[in-house]
């Protein structure tokens, strides 16, 4: 692979990205050494400029980089690696350096209404009423939300289905506030269950 090192002191940027999910975990650089060892060992090894050395990512927190495939830009300047992480690739433990909240989609926001319902006592919210009454009141509603969708499963009304299910994610969403637990903690447990 023909590269152009000499636009950044023999360093090229390198686009890692998950190639299962294509969401864009990080950027490093790679001089020529960094990049020949990363393609003999199919393992992610940056030249660390704060380090000045190689530096194989997950050489401490065991969260390697195993490379899928590498590419080149149209300028021959650029890479970007399609991987396999092993655990979170930020230092800060995320999957991703790049963390927007409004990223993670319609769940993480509909979170953050039933938060601020809670945390600014809104006193006609049903959010907040609800969550007023205590962990048994909740608990019994996600229970009864629960069955709701078991019965609804069994009908062929794929409109009740749907209604039924999204109340109980819904309420879910008010149970795990009550415990003090963030949906992406919950989201953690699930993607340690893809190991």
């Known amino acids: 692979m023909k590269l152009d090192y000499s636009k950044n002191n023999g360093l090229i940027p390198v686009i890692i990205q998950n190639n299962n999910t294509l969401k864009v975990l990080m ?45 080149k830009d149209c300028d021959n300047d650029t890479l970007l690696i399609k991987v396999i992480p092993t655990g979170p690739t930020c230092h800060k433990g995320n999957e991703s350096c790049f963390v927007d909240k409004s990223e993670k989609g319609f769940i993480y926001n509909l979170e953050a209404i039933v938060n601020n319902r809670i945390e600014n006592n809104f006193k006609e919210s049903y959010t907040n009423s609800l969550f007023q009454k205590g962990i048994n009141k909740i608990a019994q509603k996600v229970g009864e939300e629960a069955i709701e969708l078991v019965i609804e499963s069994k009908d062929s009304n794929l409109e009740l289905f749907k209604n039924e299910a999204a109340d109980l994610l819904y309420h879910y969403l008010i149970l795990l506030r009550a415990k003090k637990i963030s949906f992406e903690e919950i989201e953690k447990v699930l993607k340690c269950r893809q190991n």
């Open 27 to 71: 950027l490093g650089y790679m001089n020529q050494e960094a990049l020949e060892k990363t393609q003999k060992e199919k393992k992610v090894t940056f030249f660390s400029r704060s380090k000045q050395r190689l530096w194989t990512k997950g050489e401490e927190s065991e969260n390697i980089l195993s490379v899928i495939n590498i590419q």
